[in-house]
T-cell receptor, first 115, second 114 residues
C-alpha cells in the first residue's frame, strides 16, 4: 500500500515532442504529489507538485494531470528539449505516525530527448 | 535554490565498518529527512528529524541512526556496514514557512561498501 508505481522505465522523444510519464498509487493517505527531476550526480530537484483536490496544474511546459478516483497522476512535458534529458521521479507524501512528512518515490523514468 | 549541502561527496568503506554522513540544511529549515537511493531506483525514506528529535522512520534497521543539532544540521550514522548499503544517501530539508512542506534535496553522498 506504500508503493507508487511509475511507467515507463525509459522514454525516448524527439525534440519538440510531448513526453508523458504515468504514476499510480494505492494509499489514500497521500496528500501531496510532487515530481522531481534528477541529473546524473545530482540530488532530485522539485519540478512541479499538485494536491489531490486539483485535477490539473501547469507550470510552463510542465503539466500534472491528477485523477483522484483512479489514483493516477501523470507528468506531461510539452515541446520537449534535449536539456530535459534526465531521470524523472513521481512521489507521494503522507504524514507518518510521528508527524513526519514521508515521501514515497516511484522507480523513475529515464527520459532522453533527441536533438 | 535549495542550499542543502552534504559531505563527503564520495566515500568508500569495507563491510562491518561504521560511517557518518553530514548534511547542512538551508538557513531556517528546521526539518531534515534522509533517503537512501540505490542505483537505478527511487529514493527510500530512512527517517526525519524535527527540532533535534526523530519524528518518523522508514523500514530501515536500528543500525541506521541519526542526529540533528541545534543549528539544524544533521548526521546519518550507519553501523556494521553491509554490501547492500552501497547507495547515494540524500538529505532533504523543509522550510517551515512553506505551507506545502516541500522537501529540497542536497547533492547526496555516494557510499560504496566493499
Amino acid at each position: 500500500q506504500q508503493q507508487v508505481k511509475q511507467s515507463p522505465q525509459s522514454l525516448i522523444v524527439q525534440k519538440g515532442g510531448i513526453s508523458i510519464i504515468n504514476c499510480a498509487y494505492e494509499n489514500t493517505a497521500f496528500d501531496y504529489f510532487p515530481w522531481y527531476q534528477q541529473f546524473p550526480g545530482k540530488g532530485p530537484a522539485l519540478l512541479i507538485a499538485i494536491r489531490p483536490d486539483v485535477s490539473e496544474k501547469k507550470e510552463g511546459r510542465f503539466t500534472i494531470s491528477f485523477n483522484k478516483s483512479a489514483k493516477q497522476f501523470s507528468l506531461h512535458i510539452m515541446d520537449s528539449q534535449p536539456g530535459d534529458s534526465a531521470t524523472y521521479f513521481c512521489a507521494a507524501r503522507r504524514k507518518t505516525s510521528g508527524s513526519a512528512r514521508q515521501l514515497t518515490f516511484g522507480s523513475g523514468t529515464q527520459l532522453t530527448v533527441l536533438p | 535554490e535549495t542550499g542543502v549541502t552534504q559531505s563527503p561527496t564520495h566515500l568508500i568503506k569495507t563491510r562491518g565498518q561504521q560511517v557518518t554522513l553530514r548534511c547542512s540544511s538551508q538557513s531556517g529549515h528546521n526539518t531534515v529527512s534522509w533517503y537512501q537511493q540505490a542505483l537505478g531506483q527511487g529514493p527510500q525514506f530512512i527517517f526525519q528529524y524535527y527540532r533535534e528529535e526523530e519524528n518518523g522512520r522508514g523500514n530501515f534497521p536500528p543500525r541506521f541512526s541519526g542526529l540533528q543539532f541545534p543549528n539544524y544540521s544533521s548526521e546519518l550514522n550507519v553501523n556494521a556496514l553491509e554490501l547492500d548499503d552501497s547507495a547515494l544517501y540524500l538529505c532533504a530539508s523543509v522550510d517551515p514557512r512553506d505551507s506545502t512542506d516541500t522537501q529540497y534535496f542536497g547533492p547526496g553522498t555516494r557510499l560504496t561498501v566493499l
